[in-house]
Nanobody, 124 residues
Framework: QVQLVESGGGLVQAGGSLRLSCAVS????????MGWFRRAPGKERAFVAA????????YYTDSVKGRFTISRDNAKSTSYLQMNSLKPEDTAVYYC?????????????????WGQGTQVTVSS
């Protein structure tokens, strides 16, 4: 069965960096987009970034533009989220997900498979 496993979360001071990884296994997909969402305490799951199969097209939510970079390595079935200049408001559980509909990647409903999440905590 399809599995998505996130890694790389942790505790970091404000201004620091983390790199999240998401490995996809158990699939035979020919192409798919990958996205990252986050859920902060007491809030809904929110879109962070997405990358198309080719890696050339990306979306970011406004609050992370210029600080976060999404990428992927299709040979490893892995997506990465490089997070720089982290702020306390970036504290959340981060989830990766697989989508087969690029036009719907901004919404959680556009995704077919999800990982279990990894905690990112940014201290002030």
């Amino acid at each position: 069965q399809v599995q998505l496993v996130e890694s790389g979360g942790g505790l970091v001071q404000a201004g620091g960096s983390l790199r999240l990884s998401c490995a996809v296994s158990g699939h035979t997909f020919s192409s798919y987009a990958m996205g990252w969402f986050r859920r902060a305490p007491g809030k809904e799951r929110a879109f962070v970034a997405a990358v198309r199969w080719s890696g050339r097209d990306t979306y970011y939510t406004d609050s992370v533009k210029g600080r976060f970079t999404i990428s992927r390595d299709n040979a490893k079935s892995t997506s990465y989220l490089q997070m720089n200049s982290l702020k306390p408001e970036d504290t959340a559980v981060y989830y990766c997900a697989v989508s087969f509909r690029w036009e719907s990647v901004l919404s959680p409903t556009g995704y077919a498979y999800w990982g279990q999440g990894t905690q990112v905590t940014v201290s002030s």
